[in-house]
């Protein structure tokens, strides 16, 4: 009989998903980076470079306290993601809208992170982690905080420009 797969199962799929994104998201942030043209969002793309390594590292952390070797999982959906940034390079090079769609594809990233580490923080919680549960949380904090940061680059700057 198959092994039951059950929460803490997931969980360990879920964060290897998580690790893959994040070590693809520093991957990509240097090239959104070279490709934008609003020094704020350059600046918002770098000063996240910085926030997400710390995030694998915090990823590090976790799997250390379920007592897993740090693994990463093909993330399909990071990668769709990432791939349609790709395309906004190619697409909107020299162009206006440029900036915008560089932050649209950012913010997508950020609510599928948010979404990731919302979802594992409560797992931890529910498994009994609780210091998982609050490495994840301070993450999930930071995902939030950049994400109303590009929410403010696009309204006072970057939309404005896009418009031509």
Known sequence: MADVKKLDNLFHDTLMDVYFAE?????????????????QLKDAFMKH???TKIHV??????????GKEPKAK?????????DEGDEIMKE??????LDAGLLAAAQAVEHY?????????TWALELGLNDAAGLLQTTLDEEQATDLTLTAIATSVVNQKAEG
């Open 74 to 82: 093909t993330c399909d959906a990071i990668l769709g993601i990432t």
């Open 49 to 51: 470079l910085g926030e």
């Open 92 to 97: 909107y090079a020299g162009s206006p809208a």
């Open 113 to 121: 992170e948010m979404a990731r580490y919302g979802t594992l923080r």
């Open 23 to 39: 070590q693809k998201i520093v991957e990509t942030l240097p090239k959104l980076y070279e490709a934008a043209k609003s020094v």
């Open 57 to 66: 590292e915090r990823l590090e952390q976790v799997f250390k306290i379920i």
